[in-house]
C-alpha cells in the first residue's frame, strides 16, 4: 500500500516550458488535491477535484491546469512556466464520502523554474 | 472562513510536555479542528483531529473548551524527531476548496 505518490521528485525547467505532474493514490479516495508550498510558508491550493471527471479552483490556480481522468490520478500541468512558479507542489487525497476526513499527502515534487 | 493564529516558533527539551495553542475566533458550527506534521522535505502528516472537549491518540491529545475558539495540541514527552512544522486547521472538508494551512508552528526539540 504505497499510499499518494508523487512523480517526479525533482525537476528544473527553463521558462517558457512545459511540464505535467503526476500524482496516483491506491486508497480509492474520492477527493484529490493540489498545493504548492513556498519557504517558510504555509501550503496553497492550486486546484482540486472532488471525483473522476471532476476539477475545480483553489487559492492559486492562475498558470496551473489538472485533469482528473481516472480517480487515481490527479495530473496538474504548466503550459508555460514562469520563475514564480519555483516551488515544491504537494498532492493529497481523502475520502470525501465523509466530513473531515484527514488528507494524506505524497513527499512533493521540487520544482525549479530558470 | 475560519482563519487561524499560531505562534511562528517553539523551542522546548527532549523528555518535556509541549504545548501549541491555535485561536480560531471565527469558528463555524459545522467546523473540525485537524492538526498536522511536516518534516522537512516531506508532505504533512495527520496527527489528531476534534471537535469539543479532548481527544486523545497514541501520538498527542487535543483540548478544546467549550467555546471552540481556539484548541492546544499537547505532545507529551517530547524528543529531538518531535522537531517540525506543526499546523493547525479549521474546516469542513466538505467544503474542499475553504481548507486553509497557515504559516504553521515550528517547533524545535534541544538535548
Known amino acids: 500500500n504505497a499510499g499518494v505518490t508523487q512523480t517526479p521528485k525533482f525537476r528544473v525547467l527553463k521558462t517558457g516550458q512545459s511540464m505535467t505532474l503526476l500524482c496516483a493514490q491506491d486508497?480509492?479516495?474520492?477527493?484529490m488535491y493540489w498545493y504548492r508550498q513556498d519557504p517558510g510558508m504555509g501550503l496553497r491550493l492550486i486546484h482540486y477535484?472532488?471525483?473522476?471527471?471532476?476539477?475545480a479552483k483553489g487559492e492559486v490556480p492562475d498558470g496551473y491546469n489538472v485533469s482528473r481522468l481516472k480517480k487515481q490520478n490527479f495530473l496538474l500541468g504548466l503550459e508555460s512556466a514562469a520563475p514564480s512558479q519555483t516551488s515544491v507542489y504537494f498532492c493529497?487525497?481523502?475520502?470525501?464520502?465523509?466530513?473531515?476526513?484527514?488528507?494524506?499527502f505524497g513527499d512533493g515534487t521540487r520544482l525549479s523554474i530558470l | 472562513l475560519a482563519k487561524t493564529t499560531q505562534p511562528i516558533s517553539m523551542d522546548s527539551y527532549e523528555g518535556q510536555e509541549v504545548n501549541i495553542t491555535c485561536s480560531h475566533n471565527?469558528?463555524?458550527?459545522?467546523?473540525?479542528i485537524t492538526w498536522y506534521q511536516q518534516f522537512p522535505s516531506q508532505g504533512p502528516r495527520f496527527i489528531i483531529q476534534?471537535?469539543?472537549t479532548k481527544v486523545t491518540n497514541e501520538v498527542a491529545s487535543l483540548f478544546i473548551p467549550a467555546d471552540r475558539k481556539s484548541s492546544t495540541l499537547s505532545l507529551p514527552r517530547v524528543s529531538l524527531s518531535d522537531t517540525a512544522v506543526y499546523y493547525c486547521?479549521?474546516?469542513?472538508?466538505?467544503?474542499?476548496?475553504?481548507?486553509?494551512f497557515g504559516s504553521g508552528t515550528r517547533l524545535s526539540i534541544r538535548p
Open positions: 493529497a487525497s481523502n475520502d470525501g464520502q465523509g466530513q473531515n476526513q484527514p488528507q494524506h
Open positions: 486508497m480509492n479516495h474520492e477527493y
Open positions: 477535484s472532488v471525483g473522476e471527471g471532476t476539477t
Open positions: 471565527n469558528i463555524a458550527t459545522n467546523d473540525y
Open positions: 476534534g471537535y469539543k
Open positions: 486547521l479549521v474546516g469542513g472538508y466538505s467544503s474542499a476548496s475553504k481548507i486553509i
